[in-house]
């Protein structure tokens, strides 16, 4: 009985000491290599989980990572001492489980600058390990212990540090190496999960979150991978708040819960506003007038995307300043751009205390395109918000009837269905009164140019074909525009005492200044504008100003008479004798001898 009890308790004890572990001891280097740098030290600068070497996220007050005087590699992060004792710090924002100790290479641009190094169990609350230390002036290691429970580092400039009398006085950090031990796991333990695939980041205030393409792996003890997408749960957004936001997404199996982060951006779609402090996913830093970079940063709000290149800053998270100092400089710009099958049609800005924005008018860019680039003129432009509209449609289309007449200006060259199209070839006369206007038949819409139309079917449909935009322009005396023109406004767009006349849905006629108004992308005729009809052969119509319709063109005339044939008139009404070179009314009939 003692034997079996002796074995029982000896299979006890290996049993325990297979599934008991020694914890692993392992590392991570932080070498700032894979974050933004800047030049702005006077902000505060986040370095996320995904910008770092290593997976651990930062926090740098009043410096930033860097390329100034590196220790190692391309980049240092560097904090700074100021003249009127603004002290900076860099400082941990992941938590580092079994954390024993960490170590870094230093370097102070004068030994003033004394080391204050902490710990913390939680992020936000800071135990001293080491108070007042100097530090040389040439790259060296220190080495500091972690007590129990430490899950955070900060190393900052010393409260003992003496400021400087003029500048400032620099604090470099590099490759920094954390130790720390991480505990052994059975086979099957869950150990980590990880996220891939194609998922939506950019949502509009007000939308249905979605995680669509989103795809969560978890990792076990032995190495195994499983994708465990359909059991993970996901939270830490709000479709309702605007701004930038972390989503979490965590699986729990054995009572073991695993999570990963990644960011969304909530906003108003097409619409930036630069004065509160979001970056709309461009982890764009903070910069002033003394850092003025050309790095491109990509701005995203619901379907509009912009992209900020040449010289330009975000100054304090408050305004976006373009930059052209000199004729050599490389204009601050920005581009804006919608998906391939969207069009841009209104861009509206506000403006700070300067705008030379080019191809702007009372801040607005008006047009038709999918992607629009703007820069600052000479000098600067302040812009304060960008309010971006645009179309989902590739067609314009306007409801009427079939054998209506009417006008059409478009900013892009479209193929029209249900009508057939015709520019203004002049206008005849009956002494000096304009009697009919002769239409000669388009075959399609060019951007910018007016048309009369007639329809052929109760909708007339215009459609796309890629031109860009181009601005509304006028064709002997008729003029298109984009805007609706209300009444009483008509002196802006023709001379005061030019006659107006408008295309009813039957015939052109006269019409008032103060009574008439014109609906958006249409045409109307300044009629002394249009020249006087010389006969040439067109493919049209005659239409008169009483509604009557003939057809025009060498088909349309009746055979020239002989000499002498019938009482002659002339188009002024004038009597003559004889057939004349041109148009000749005999007879009520228009007679063309060449």
């Not at 692993?24 to 989980?49: L, M, P, R």
């Not at 461009?282 to 002033?288: Q, R, V």
Request: net charge negative; hydrophobic share 35%; aromatic share 10%.
């Amino acid at each position: 009985m003692k034997q079996k009890l002796l074995k029982l308790m000896l299979l006890l004890a290996v049993g325990m000491m297979g599934v008991s572990a020694r914890a692993d001891v392992k590392t991570k280097t932080e070498g700032f290599e894979s974050a933004t740098t800047g030049t702005n030290y006077q902000g505060t600068v986040t370095v996320n989980e995904s910008q770092s070497d290593c997976g651990i996220g930062w926090e740098i007050y009043y410096g930033t990572v860097s390329t100034n005087a590196v220790i190692a590699g391309s980049n240092s992060a560097q904090m700074r001492l100021y003249t009127n004792g603004t002290k900076g710090y860099l400082q941990t924002t992941t938590a580092i489980d079994g954390l024993t100790k960490f170590s870094f290479k230093a370097a102070v641009s004068n030994t003033n600058v004394k080391a204050d190094i902490y710990y913390s169990t939680d992020g936000e609350n800071w135990v001293s390990i080491k108070s007042g230390e100097t530090y040389t002036t040439s790259a060296t290691k220190y080495e500091y212990n972690i007590p129990d429970g430490g899950k955070y580092v900060k190393i900052a400039v010393g409260s003992t540090s003496t400021a400087p009398s003029s500048k400032n006085y620099t604090f470099r950090v590099d490759d920094v190496v954390f130790t720390y031990e991480e505990a052994a796991v059975p086979d099957d333990a869950l150990v980590s999960i990880a996220l891939s695939g194609t998922y939506p980041t950019s949502f509009i205030l007000g939308d249905s979150f979605s995680s669509t393409g989103l795809i969560v792996t978890a990792t076990y003890g032995n190495g195994d991978e499983a994708d465990v997408t359909a059991s993970a749960t996901i939270s830490g957004y709000d479709m309702n708040t605007r701004g930038t936001q972390t989503v979490t997404v965590s699986y729990t199996e054995d009572d073991i819960t695993k999570s990963a982060t990644y960011e969304i951006g909530v906003y108003e779609d097409g619409v930036f506003d630069f004065t509160d402090g979001a970056d709309y996913g461009s982890s764009c830093p903070s910069g002033n007038s003394s850092s003025i970079g050309t790095t491109e940063y990509t701005w995203t709000a619901g379907n509009v995307t912009i992209v900020t290149a040449g010289r330009h800053i975000w100054d304090n998270k408050t305004c976006l300043k373009l930059y052209k100092e000199t004729a050599s400089d490389a204009a601050g710009n920005i581009t804006v751009s919608v998906p391939v099958s969207y069009f841009i049609t209104e861009i509206e800005f506000t403006m700070g205390d300067k705008n030379t924005l080019v191809g702007i008018t009372d801040e607005k860019w008006i047009g038709y395109a999918n992607s629009v680039t703007i820069a600052t003129g000479t000098d600067r432009s302040d812009i304060k918000t960008i309010t971006v509209t645009y179309t989902n449609t590739n067609t314009y289309t306007r409801s009427t009837a079939s054998g209506n007449y009417g006008t059409l200006c478009l900013p892009y060259d479209a193929t029209v269905e249900g009508a057939t199209l015709y520019t203004i070839a002049g206008k005849e006369l009956t002494g000096s009164e304009v009697t009919a206007l002769v239409l000669a038949e388009a075959a399609s819409v060019e951007a910018g140019k007016p048309y009369i139309f007639k329809a052929t079917a109760d909708d007339v449909v215009a459609t796309f074909t890629g031109t860009v935009y181009t601005a509304a322009g006028a064709v002997n005396g008729l003029y298109g525009t984009y805007a609706a023109i209300a009444a009483n406004t008509w002196d802006t767009y023709i001379a005061a005492g030019e006659d107006l006349y408008l295309m009813t849905t039957s015939k052109v006629q006269a019409a008032d200044k103060e009574t008439s108004s014109l609906a958006a992308n249409r045409a109307y005729i300044a009629m002394s504008e249009v020249s006087v009809y010389t006969g040439s052969e067109v493919k049209g119509i005659r239409l008169g100003f009483d509604g009557t319709e003939t057809p025009t063109g060498i088909n349309g005339l009746t055979p020239a008479l002989s000499k002498g044939e019938g009482v002659i008139y002339n188009l002024n009404g004038q009597r003559v004798n004889s057939l004349q070179r041109g148009i000749n009314i005999v007879g009520g009939k228009k007679i063309l001898v060449k």
